[in-house]
């Protein structure tokens, strides 16, 4: 049982639109802020947008206006709203909680092609 399960990743085209899920196995997962992350081949991997435990949210200049992210009400599923996509967000998407520091999961695919 891992902790933590990306989902909603997939193959679409330039313009498109993906949501990304992150579900929590552990009650815990609420109290803490979320972090989406990315990486693609031979990249490092890169902050995308976080959320705290508040709901104060930051995104990284190359997602701002067109990715948002979000949680449920009881805040153990946090989301990414992804519109107008392009070939550069290409990469795995993972989320990240300092409710489990070092933890990283299988991460989701979104690949972005004509």
């Known amino acids: 049982q891992v902790p933590l399960v990306e989902s909603g990743g997939g193959l679409v085209q330039p313009g498109g639109s993906l949501r990304l899920s992150c579900a929590a196995s552990g009650g815990a997962f609420n109290i803490y802020g979320v972090g989406w992350h990315r990486q693609a081949p031979g990249k490092q991997r890169e902050l995308v947008a976080r959320?705290?435990?508040?709901?104060?949210?930051n995104y990284a200049d190359f997602v701002k206006g067109r990715f948002t992210i979000g949680r449920d009400n009881a805040g153990n599923t946090a989301y990414l709203q992804m519109n107008s996509l392009k070939p550069e967000d290409t990469a795995v998407y993972y989320c990240?909680?300092?409710?489990?520091?070092?933890?990283w999961g299988q991460g989701t695919q979104v690949t972005v092609s004509s």
């Open positions: 990240y909680s300092n409710w489990l520091v070092g933890y």
């Open positions: 959320i705290t435990s508040g709901g104060s949210t």
